[in-house]
């Protein structure tokens, strides 16, 4: 018999990494990639109700069976930094093939970058910075400066870095519920205190500034430090975009109780109806409050390429920008963003396109224009259409979304369902889920996977599917089933 | 008078970020980017007695200044994922620029990945892991089951994931000395206890199996768990490449105390003499033991694209193995790596050519075949005419690599410029590093950033940069001037 002694198990790993859950690529996704594979290689034993999986789990825009397509100005200068020859030694030919300011632009960036193999400076490439810097000044109207701004690898590595830096072990953290399971898979990880604030769901998810209130006095009653506060704007999973109001108040608040407000802004551009409700930056009310807020409050705003209307996940870029930090904290934020050595530079370069589009006056501008726009109103319309079908299935109820890319339907949990559900040992929402799974190939994650109110029960989908009809008919099939089955 | 109390200051972050040190990217980096940009905007004061920055401080092949090329083959690939119109609404112009082979490889990728925009798999494309699994069989001659392993965004990136998983607080970890700097920043970063273990200088830079003994026995009577061990092959800065005699040994003695085995194994393709001293993997040695100890010994390998010879760093591109790990830890790794959504699909790509090139058969194998010929070439005489110069001068001792990118020439140093040095509270190899970089524009890393035996001094060059008889002798101009004014 061996006498060997293994050294990793579950008694003797980190036990911060048992305490982590990730909903949104669990149990449920694993089982629609399961599926998928069944219908691909017709493997399956017995034939399944479905021809397809309809993926509405994850916000991801450009994934097979979706619709959206990458935008052609966004490629064309990618596939030149790739490949360099193409518009030196083959130009006649690119020529052809590339409009002249797609051809002059990444000839301008080469230039910059140099390979788009070589590492960049952990922070990512200056020239690129500086123009993020000029984005968040036109956008805010106040300066940016950037030395403060990071390239990341998408908003996850910058949320996850800037956590890891500011929080000690059992530091609070107040989070939005429902939030983007992010944060609370970070905070178990850093063995931080989640402290979680309610949306308002009655209120087509606004923030509730009494909850925040609540909040911070329930951290400190219990002693623990409330040093973070998260706000996703426009909000995962809820769509909700907030006023100038309320965001006022949310500084204020992080002045007086000196709290780190983070941002998490990956939404911004996803925007359903900006004349009435439009994206205002953190950034921007901070700075126009009085100097002494303005010149103190501790602000790191995120944003992303993954989401908006490029929708380029797989890429891995974003950026974070530092406001009011201590300049010894932020040669800390240096230092652990150089261990990981730079971000990707086709990320870097993806932010570079995001925060620079292409000019009205230049050739690649009319299709630019017509991609993003049809990507702007597919995504409000299946927004509206799917939240209208929502509310007519009995006993289900759906705001809006404002923006964002998400909706997060209440689902009125038949007692029979919870009961049935407390058997097979799973919340009764992530079981409704996986029925729906196996029933109509739909993906979607449960509301427990996001947090909800106790006792509520919800599921998000994303709105990007094409043939939204057939899907909202499907889902209204399945759900009059699983009544008329928990009746 | 403002009230106001911030949440971070460096009394109050995280106070394991502040132990994390990282010298690779640290003052001497940044000190050489500031002459560069002086330099370049001629914006010095006062003339610098040098022209150029001679950046030999970092593995980074396709940085400005340096004469590695992207490798024609990988980037015409990734050109054409990145925009597949150019291989389909455009095929007949890219018939006149690319080989055929390149079309056809880009065209089943495409097909098998879609979009690169895309999100894949946590774990990286499912096809691309295959083909891995394959590399590993045929180099091994052992099987590998694609379901572990895991696509990451560099080996750090994987590495990090893996020490964040399987070490606790005070957990020991075994690292050589010198090492890669990435170990220590992580170990500090997790608490962890790094266990040093020092290779012999004197004998190659091998591994000096009793001072492996002599680190587990030190940890033992110290009451701190002997969880893992790292070992760099080739070696980072050593480029020392193991025999397959201590490797077996090393194996034999995790399965005796049951420690993970971590393999750093990114310079796998970077070996000056196959015939006399080839690389030979971990999982090679492991699995060609007996049964009991083939199947017993836990076992994580990395390997990277942003070494060998495609040396694309900015692409972030790697993958890990792992051997005889407990099921139930695999999940907790496949958990943390879902948090992070997925590694660069443009990373993931580059795994692929790694693993698989192109055939001799094919169109484009003569030119890739130039191209990675003279890569390997030049790596290989520039280290040598290096290490043969370093021998020459004064008070300097350096063994050959046998692989890898770097030399870790020893520096005598003379009690005078340790004084000097202590009076800056410096250690004498930085400020040695420190006065190269003011008198030559060359930027090499302190043998302190990888560690050394007390009383030593070294510094870390690459073998990458050209003009490597221009580099010595302003090196040795500057060691000797060095030598005068501290003797």
Known sequence: ?????PALSLDTINPATLAVQYAVRGELALKADKYHQALVDKTHSEPLPFEKIV????GNPQQKGLDQVPLTYWRQVISLLEYPDLMYKHEELAKQIYPADVIARAKSLHKEIGSVGAYTPSKGVLSIRKRVAKFIE??????ADPESIYLTAGASAGVASILGVALQK????MIPIPQYPLYTATLAYLEAEPLPYYLAEKADWSLDHNSLLKTVDEGKKKGIPVKALVIINPGNPTGACLSHAAMEAVVQLCYKEGILLLADEVYQTNIFDPKHRPFISFKKVLKGMSEEVANSVELVSFHSISKGVSGECGRRGGYFECVNIDPEVMEQIYKMASVTLCPPVS???GVDLMVS???PSEESYPLWEKETSLIQNNLKSRSFLMAEHFNKMEGVFCNNAEGAMYLFPRIDMPPKAIEAAKKLGKEADVMYALDLLDATGICAVAGSGFGQEPGTYHVRVTALCPDTAEFIGRFGKFHKEFLEKYK
Chains 1, 2 share one sequence.
């Open 55 to 58: 993926t509405a789990n994850i």
């Open 1 to 5: 018999m061996s006498n060997f002694k």
């Open 138 to 143: 036109n956008r805010d109207g106040f300066p």
């Open 357 to 359: 589009p292409p000019l």
């Open 170 to 173: 059992g530091d609070g953290c």
């Open 347 to 349: 990320g870097q370069v």
